[in-house]
């Protein structure tokens, strides 16, 4: 096979994977993220201690992660028919995909989470800090760059279980790999593709290390506290306070 004839099969792949773990990916930091803080909050010793809701949501997450994703994809088939109407294609696969990586962003955000110092939730709490207002100044700025790091190692899994989603009629470049390397003994084709994979997969991997240093380095969980943001915001009342006495 001529590079001619690779060319549109290769652009067609890129562009399907590219869809794929684009539009699984922003499903599962839409759904895990929040996931993962619930977590958080409602283990024991937690901002809303639950430990039924807790054990109930953590087991739910476990199963998610177990499961292998060739299987996961087709115990889903009928709730993808359902919502694509259809099982085969690119945006069929999105639905597995994102299912899937719904469960292992949640574990990632709640390990990052979980590193934040304990010391400024107390403090933000004992100057009248609702558990909105914990989640939002503090757990999540705090562990920015620690998610940022769980972004990236999800997209990288992601895109593996796209490949895999190629042989079942999902598209892609594991759909390509298969289908010409395989089956029609194109190694050339093949490495190529392994060759687009490994450059993609390295080049999201360095951004995110990139993106993560970059929050570290402006702050992170060693930068200015929440809780001297909210102590600067109190301090005009308390000097006002003192002018009356």
Aim: hydrophobic content about 50%.
């Amino acid at each position: 096979m001529t590079w001619s004839e690779m060319q549109p099969l290769l652009s067609q792949a890129c562009s399907e994977t590219f869809t794929m773990v684009l539009w699984s990916t922003l499903i599962a930091v839409a759904a895990g993220l929040p996931l993962g803080l619930l977590l958080v909050v409602t283990d024991r010793g937690g901002l809303l201690q639950n430990v039924v809701a807790n054990k109930v949501v953590g087991q739910v997450v476990n199963i998610g992660r177990s499961m292998p994703f060739i299987i996961l994809m087709v115990a889903l088939m009928s709730f993808t028919r359902w919502v694509t109407g259809t099982t085969i294609g690119t945006t069929a696969a999105i639905v597995p995909l994102a299912i899937g990586g719904i469960p292992f962003f949640a574990r990632l955000v709640e390990t990052a989470v979980r590193e934040v110092d304990h010391g400024l939730v107390e403090a933000v709490q004992s100057m009248g800090g609702n558990t909105w207002t914990i989640v939002r100044k503090v757990l999540i700025p705090e562990a920015l760059p620690s998610l940022i790091a769980s972004g990236t190692t999800t997209v990288i899994a992601l895109i593996g279980y796209s490949a895999m989603a190629g042989t079942v009629g999902g598209g892609g470049l594991g759909d390509l790999a298969v289908r010409y390397g395989y089956q029609r003994f194109e190694t050339e084709l093949m490495w190529i593709t392994v060759a687009i994979l490994a450059v993609v997969i390295s080049l999201i991997q360095f951004a995110g290390d990139v993106a993560a240093r970059a929050l570290y380095s402006r702050g992170g969980r060693s930068g200015p506290a929440p809780k001297l943001r909210l102590l600067k915001a109190k301090e005009p009342a308390a000097a006002d306070v003192s002018k009356v006495a």
